[in-house]
């Protein structure tokens, strides 16, 4: 079975500009995380989206937006990149069963983000 | 959810053990510790997770004391393709969604 795929895996970008991001979970699964990952630091929260409707949301500005879509693939939307949205953005799917604690995230590859 | 700390790095000869600890104090009773790991520049890597009972998988054992502020990963005996940045988080059940919060983890360094 696939596990989560992510496209692309490497993008450059230029400040100001505006990039997407795009997973699919493996089958079955309905819940998508996206996680931002700077060099030397571990990966941070920014989203969690499940059956269409955002679940959760990290401490990041209205610049990043995200959404899925019937077929649970989803969306990462980064508007006016700055030179500090350099990083491995990385993206989680599970079944997500409501609130229970032993749900287990399985994530992507990434996309290598570079902003010059 | 709890927050966790763990030694930045550790050294293994290959074929040991590897005992990876970790320090919760501030556990509370529905949190579960996870561990997943991070080859260098893939993504995170699920390896194991246990509420308070000790937990075994084909990856790797978990060990959580009694009173629960700390446990140990134990990966029985450790390759190169070990050598990666663990892991060790705390979740509970929270209104913040499906979120793991991860802290800088311990850089394992297996060699020969």
């Known amino acids: 079975d696939a596990g989560v795929t992510q496209s692309p895996t490497h993008l450059i970008k230029t400040r100001g500009q505006h990039v997407t991001l795009r997973c699919s979970p493996i089958s079955g699964h309905k819940s998508v995380s996206w996680y931002q990952q700077v060099l030397g630091q571990g990966p941070q929260f920014i989203f969690q989206?499940?059956?269409?409707?955002?679940?959760g949301r990290g401490n990041f500005p209205d610049r990043f937006s995200a959404r899925q879509f019937p077929n649970y693939s989803s969306e990462l939307n980064v508007n006016a990149l700055l030179l500090g949205d350099s990083a491995l953005y990385l993206c989680?799917?599970?079944?997500?069963?409501?609130?229970?604690?032993?749900?287990?995230?399985?994530f992507g590859a990434g996309t290598r983000l570079s902003v010059l | 959810d709890a927050k966790t700390t763990q030694p930045t790095s550790m050294d293994c000869a290959e074929g040991r053990a590897a005992n990876l600890p970790c320090n919760h104090s501030t556990i509370s009773g529905n949190e579960y510790v996870y561990w997943y790991r991070q080859i260098h520049s893939q993504g995170p890597q699920y390896i194991i997770h246990?509420?308070?009972n000790n937990e075994t998988n084909e990856m790797a054992s978990l060990i959580i004391t009694e009173d629960r502020k700390s446990s140990t990963l134990i990966l029985p005996h450790a390759t190169l393709r070990d050598t990666a940045v663990y892991y060790c988080?705390?979740?509970?059940?929270?209104?913040?969604?499906?979120?793991?919060?991860f802290g800088t983890g311990t850089q394992l360094k297996v060699e020969l």
């Open positions: 246990g509420l308070k």
């Open positions: 989680a799917s599970s079944s997500y069963t409501g609130g229970l604690a032993k749900n287990i995230q399985y």
């Open positions: 989206y499940y059956e269409k409707e955002e679940r």
């Open positions: 988080i705390v979740r509970g059940v929270t209104g913040g969604g499906n979120k793991l919060t």
